[in-house]
C-alpha cells in the first residue's frame, strides 16, 4: 500500500519561479493537509481540504494555493518562489477531521529556493 | 493564536524511561495528539488523547489533564531506535492540528 506520495524528493529552485508539490493518497481519505516544517518552529499549516471541492486557508497561506479537483490529490502551487519559502514540505491526510481521526504524513519535499 | 510548548532536546540511557512534557493554551480543544518523527522521515502516528488520565500503548504511555492544558509523552526501555524528535499536536475548534516545535530525544548506549 503506497499511503501518500509527494514529488519531487526535492528541488532547487530560482526565485521567482514557479513550481507545484505533487501529493497523491490512495487510502480515500476525505481530508487533506499541507505543512511546511521549519527549523525550531514545528510543522505550521498551509492550506487544507476537507473534502474534494473543498480548500481553506491554514496558518500561512500566503505565496502558496491549491486545488481538490478529485479524493485524491492536492497539489501545492508556488506561483513566485521566494528564498523564505525553502523548507520541507509535508503533505497528510486523515480518514475525517473529527474524533481520534489521525493525520497520515507523506514523506516530504525538500525545497531550496535561491 | 495557538501556544504549544515542549522541551528542545532531552537525552537519557538506554533501558531508562524518559517523560516528555507538553503544554498548551489554544482555541478550544478537540484532542491531543503525540507522533515521532525520525531525522529525515515523516511524522508517525504514535497517540490520541481526548479524556483525561493514562493512555497505554506497549512501552509508550500518553497522559492528559485538560484543566492543567498538560499532556506528557511516557517512553519506557528506551532503545536506541527511539532517538527521534516527538512532537505535540493539539487539534482546536476548527479541527486543524497545531504543533509544538517538538522535542529531539537522544538515546545513549
Known amino acids: 500500500t503506497a499511503g501518500i506520495t509527494q514529488a519531487p524528493t526535492s528541488q532547487i529552485l530560482a526565485a521567482g519561479r514557479s513550481m507545484t508539490l505533487r501529493c497523491t493518497q490512495d487510502?480515500?481519505?476525505?481530508?487533506m493537509y499541507w505543512y511546511r516544517q521549519d527549523l525550531g518552529l514545528g510543522l505550521r499549516l498551509i492550506h487544507y481540504s476537507n473534502t474534494a471541492g473543498t480548500t481553506g486557508k491554514g496558518e500561512v497561506p500566503d505565496g502558496y494555493s491549491v486545488s481538490r479537483a478529485n479524493t485524491d490529490d492536492f497539489p501545492l502551487t508556488l506561483a513566485s518562489a521566494v528564498p523564505s519559502q525553502t523548507s520541507v514540505y509535508f503533505c497528510?491526510?486523515?480518514?475525517?477531521?473529527?474524533?481520534?481521526?489521525?493525520?497520515?504524513f507523506g514523506p516530504g519535499t525538500r525545497l531550496t529556493v535561491l | 493564536g495557538q501556544n504549544i510548548d515542549q522541551p528542545t532536546e532531552m537525552t537519557a540511557t538506554e533501558g531508562a524511561i524518559v517523560q516528555i512534557n507538553c503544554t498548551y493554551q489554544?482555541?478550544?480543544?478537540?484532542?491531543l495528539f503525540w507522533y515521532q518523527q525520525h531525522a529525515g522521515e515523516a511524522p508517525t502516528f504514535l497517540s490520541y488523547?481526548?479524556?483525561?488520565g493514562l493512555e497505554e500503548k506497549g512501552r509508550f504511555s500518553s497522559f492528559l489533564s485538560r484543566s492543567k492544558g498538560y499532556s506528557y509523552l511516557l517512553l519506557k526501555e528506551l532503545q536506541m531506535k527511539d532517538s527521534a524528535s516527538y512532537l505535540c499536536a493539539v487539534r482546536d475548534d476548527d479541527y486543524k492540528l497545531s504543533f509544538g516545535a517538538g522535542t529531539t530525544v537522544t538515546v545513549r548506549a
Open positions: 488523547n481526548v479524556l483525561d
Open positions: 487510502m480515500r481519505h476525505n481530508a
Open positions: 489554544t482555541s478550544g480543544f478537540n484532542g
Open positions: 497528510a491526510s486523515s480518514e475525517g477531521t473529527g474524533g481520534s481521526d489521525t493525520q497520515y
